[in-house]
């Protein structure tokens, strides 16, 4: 289950030293068969915040749960209000160096495949092709009751018709493409049922409080068990759902390594925490490999 984001567990001697020192992550990438596990702060640079970090969101945002958007009509209104306004900033995003070098190691035969906590898709649109999105993506929208899935772009329209002129100003965006209003602003906002049955429609991700699909989890076992290393780019990994795969991959003796610029739960389990921007570490790291990695043609928009 993805529990609600806290801050619960705190540093201990055994957590290596951050460091700036790369080689470890140009030498497993050498090496190749790297996992790349990402985490909201691999976005950051394409102007969607992350919920941890300097100025993060969770010190003033309560991300939704399933509970309560399943059990409130009033839960759903004000979720759906304030994600239709959110999601014109993630349809605005654009995939920064960070995304587009992780792209080209994959073009380059280095990675074993990459899993990701975002659900902005922003790795596909830099061009990697092989990427687990472990909590969904706010692309796809699906209903509760048929269970027929749709473009948020289509519903990103109906709900454009059926409330003309809402346009509230948003005190900020959060990665999960939630806007912060207040009720007020939320107002008489109108949902959209599902068009095929007249369900409950909800996004194709997985809110605090849901699990995260079997054969999904099951899917990125089997990738850990496959790669030589693991490599996680701007996961805080204070969530279950991102932490057993670094747990796995450290218990079978794979090289753990991270790139976030603060403490994180996983640092036991990593040879090294490497504390620098994500997009400067990684455009480093391509050009020591001789890869050039800052390539926008792989995003068509």
């Known amino acids: 289950m993805r529990m609600r984001p806290t801050l619960s567990w705190s540093p201990t001697e055994d957590m290596p030293p951050a460091t700036t020192d790369l080689a470890p992550v140009a030498d497993a990438l050498g090496t190749g068969r790297v996992l790349v596990l990402s985490g909201a702060g691999i976005s950051t640079e394409s102007g969607i915040p992350d919920y941890r970090g300097e100025g993060g969101s969770l010190s003033r945002h309560t991300p939704m749960t399933y509970q309560d958007f399943t059990g409130s009509a009033q839960a759903r209104r004000r979720y759906w209000a304030r994600s239709h306004l959110g999601w014109r900033t993630f349809g605005r995003a654009r995939p920064n160096a960070g995304h587009r070098a992780v792209a080209a190691f994959e073009r380059h035969g280095l990675l074993a495949g990459v899993i990701t906590q975002n659900v902005d898709g922003l790795h596909q649109a830099a061009g990697s092709k092989d990427v687990v999105e472990l909590h969904g993506s706010l692309d796809r929208v699906v209903c509760l009751s048929c269970k027929a899935f749709s473009s948020r772009r289509e519903l990103a329209r109906r709900l454009e018709e059926a409330n003309a002129g809402f346009d509230p100003v948003a005190a900020a965006i959060n990665p999960d493409g939630d806007a912060d209003l207040t009720d007020e602003q939320v107002g ?114």
Do not use: W, Y
Request: aromatic share 4%; charged share 20%.
């Open 188 to 301: 008489d906002f109108r949902v959209v049922s599902c068009s095929v049955c007249g369900g409950v429609l909800k996004p194709d991700v997985v809110f605090f409080g849901e699990a995260v699909p079997p054969s999904r989890v099951e899917h990125c076992r089997e990738l850990v068990h496959e790669a030589a290393s693991l490599l996680v780019l701007g996961s805080s990994l204070t969530v279950m759902s991102g932490l057993r795969f670094v747990r796995q991959a450290a218990q079978a003796g794979k090289a753990v390594l991270i790139v976030n610029r603060d403490l994180t739960r996983g640092d036991r389990h990593a040879v090294t925490r490497i504390a620098l921007p994500l997009g400067t570490a990684l455009t480093t790291v391509a050009g020591q490999l001789g890869i050039p990695a800052d390539d926008e043609a792989a995003d068509p928009a």
